[in-house]
């Protein structure tokens, strides 16, 4: 029998959280055996059942050839049981189940990369959310845990393979073919099974955790590969230690392995004990990947090694619960990667991704809580709402507990629900229990959408020597939820004596009325009113500091007060916020550049010398796609485009030597540690491409020595760029030895790839020559992404030849492989916002895709797009 695939998207097919019902069944014990030959692969199951609840035994599949059933040792006929494309119901069970299965898949054509697929000489799995019943018919839901034992079996020519927990046994199955058997001991739900059958090679390495259990840690990737994983097993000790130290939580198996495959949908899966990346967040190595790839492979690193705990000892209940796992896991790797690096950068970093993709998620037609209340297609939940804005909630409870109160709050947590599949609830209650202050109004952000305004108004009174803040708050309504609340917002601030730049101390019984504690006061209400007395001069305020609430900060400032928080603020994160809202002025509402030219001059020096890092952020002139974002209609990307460059050129004028200087004087070589290395980098390569727009006469022979004397990813891409994007008569040089030199090292390549798709003046035969390079592979999301991204770090392009591209590849994706073309298509999300006549292209185009597509990935995302 064969289930047809992809069914097309019918008007009922949405799922409700208030519709969730407990599993009929629960399964004690799963054994799989797994037999990989070259044209499919044979799944056989044993599943051992327990009724819980009355109802039919559900078990769910999809693009699977079934064999064969039986039931308590009786082989099923079809009357016995139903079969749809979804799913295969077992009718008149008995309470106790021993279910065999039989079914055959072909992971040697899945290109859908989920279930277990074939990505060149390795076969690998990715199951969550629902990649399991690609594998088997199972109850594949997150709330049904259960003890795996599986056998993978494979010809010989594959030497590695490896399934969740310990290994129980291997041997031989004829001449040519073996096998290994493997026991994960703990319960889990399918989407945290994996295996993997290839050939690859491992790096090996060993931890000891705080209760003594030697952990035996092994990372696979192909031999020529091998040298580039001592960053990412090195990040992996450290996060192992790091959780044991700030969440009290010891690993619990006696090994942890990662895999790197080249072809993967995201950026990694945390299956139990046995992760697989994507090659792009494991491999790191200076000559080969960015220093920020670098970074990204140890948060990543870290995040899926957190899930350990939360996420696979403590699961979600059912897939709207996504954020309890995901919020707090990026929460998690969030914090560890301020203890690697400058805080205030990773702070900033984290900020702006938030602000670049989640805030205009939240304000268009994608919106949704970060705990939705219905899907059509899970895999469309993976966003920036669920994971940034849920890790915003966690933080903004952190902020106001406070270290100690929020670890209780979170041992609590893990005493309570260990080894279950819990809710949003359960985790605002354990905290709540654990710390003693009641945080059930945070329940508020989970449920609702949208990106609450913060308007603050301050007032200064000198004979009373008194400084009023009036918070008001509001939130746009939104269609599809009438009832918007008032949120708590943790607003933490500071006040400055304007002469001095000395931070008042913030302190008196009023405040704590008024319930200010340790500089951070929760308005938690539509409207409020805070009075600090003993204010002797007009204070500066700080407002939101280190980004306290994921909220659009409305406060009027003067350009001189922001000015005046680039130089005294001590908080680097809004050091860094005051010169994006001056840029943003001076963007968007023509403000006067010679402020902001002044203050960073006059801070840089100091700045650099103490983190260079940070330095470097300062420079950040928000992006036009952030800018775009910030617009809501009659958006006009090549006004937006114009303006940019004016005031980057601007700049650089008048920024003068100081660029070539401060270029001539930083040395990575000479510094402490990597992050300030890292900062001297993003410092010098900010030197060049504004050297580049002062027409300065050297700038392309010092870029292009950069270019070819350094062994430094970062320092030769920055150099790449300024030559390709300023047409330097050295570029095509540069781009050919590039390739050269890269031509084997796919994340390498990747960039060579990205650099050109995102020249500012790429045009249509840009791409057509990028796509159609013998290079270019539609099967490799990476590749697929470089391309893409590169094209969309130009607006004024991708809003123009662009278009074509994201229709085209989201109607061929929608078939090859639907989750990666939902997730390009949303590139368009904005479309409404455009100024005529491009707005109606663009929609028409879309609303000729709808024909075109019937994957519930694609159909869910284009329907969400056009219906505003
Ligand atoms: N939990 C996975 C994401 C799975 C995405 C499926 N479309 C990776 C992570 O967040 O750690
Ligand atoms: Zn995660």
New binding site residues.
Partial sequence: MNIAANPVVEADQTVYLKDYQKPSYLVESIDLDIQVYDDHTQVNSTLVMQRQTSGDLVLLGRDLELKSITLNDQILSEKDYQLDSEQLIILNTPDQVNLKIEVVIHPESNTML?GLYQAGDLFVT?N??E?FRKITFYPDRPDVLSVFTTRVEADKKFPVLLANGNLLETGETGRDRHYAIWQDPTKKPS?LFACVIGDLAVLKDHFVTSEGRDVALEIYAIEKDIPKCHIAMEALKHSMRWDEEHYGRPYDLDNYMIVAVSQF??????NKGLNIFNTSCVLADEEYTTDASIMRVQS?IA??YF?NWT?NRITCRDWFQLCL??GL??FRDQSFSEDLQSAAVQRIDDVAVLKAHQFPEDSGPLSHPPRPDHFVE??NF?TATV?EKGAEINRMMSTLLGKEKFRKGTDEYFKRHDGQAVTVEDWVESLSAGSGVDLSAFLTWYNQPGTPKLEAKGEYNASAQTYTLSFKQSLKAHPKYPNLKAVPIPVALALFDAKTGQQYTLQSHDLFENNVQDGVYLFDQDEAVIEFTGVTEKPVVSLLRNFSAPVNLDFNYSDEELAFLLQYETNGFNQWQATQTLLERILLEGHDAQVYIEAIQQTLSFVIAKDPLLASRLFDIPSEGYLGSRIDTNYQPSALHESREKLVNTLAKGLGDFCKETYLSLDPIAQKDFSQAMGVRALKNIMLSMMARQGDVDVFDLAYSQYLETGNMSERLGALKVLVWNDAPQASNALQDFYRRFKDEALSLDQWFMVQAAHPKANAETIQYLTSHADYDLGTPNRIRSVSGGLNANPINAWSFGVQHFVDLAKYLDEKNP?LGSRLLQVLSRWYTLAEPQRSEVKQRLESLKSDVKSKNVVETLNSMLSI
């Fill in positions: 989920e990715q969550e959310p990649g989407y949908n995201m950026g990694a899966m945390e990543v995040h899926e899930h996420g796992k995901e896991t990026v899970i895999n993976y994971y989750i």
